[in-house]
Nanobody, 127 residues
Framework: QVQLVESGGGLVQAGGSLRLSCAAS????????MGWFRQAPGKEREFVAA????????VYADSVKGRFTISRDNGKNTVYLQIDSLKPEDTAVYYC????????????????????WGQGTQVTVSS
């Protein structure tokens, strides 16, 4: 089981930026695919971005392409989500998730693919 702790959320004006962090407590972080999801009030949890265990492949939801950037630092057991040009519709609780990577496998984008989740960090964007 991977313990995940998100941080970096907050209240920001539209057009601003935030960098979310997710610290993982696991021995071999570099063997895990990592993802970010978000859930807005009254809505289902949705995929935002994911990065492969090696960091060589990334996938983004269409709604965030060009504004969000996922990255990882395997030396720090941390995955990041840089969010630029924030919009009010980005307001949500953002969750970090982990899945043990598979050599040559796909980058997961579906919530059921991930076995470990953080507690979430709130991002609120004011207009």
């Amino acid at each position: 089981q991977v313990q995940l702790v998100e941080s970096g959320g907050g209240l920001v004006q539209a057009g601003g930026s935030l960098r979310l962090s997710c610290a993982a407590s696991v021995q071999i972080f570099s063997s895990f695919d990592m993802g970010w999801f978000r859930q807005a009030p009254g809505k289902e949890r949705e995929f935002v971005a994911a990065i492969s265990w090696s960091g060589g492949r990334t996938v983004y939801a269409d709604s965030v392409k060009g504004r969000f950037t996922i990255s990882r630092d395997n030396g720090k057991n941390t995955v990041y989500l840089q969010i630029d040009s924030l919009k009010p519709e980005d307001t949500a609780v953002y969750y970090c998730a982990a899945r043990r990577g598979v050599l040559g496998g796909y980058v997961p984008t579906s919530a059921p693919d991930f076995g470990s989740w953080g507690q979430g960090t709130q991002v609120t964007v004011s207009s």
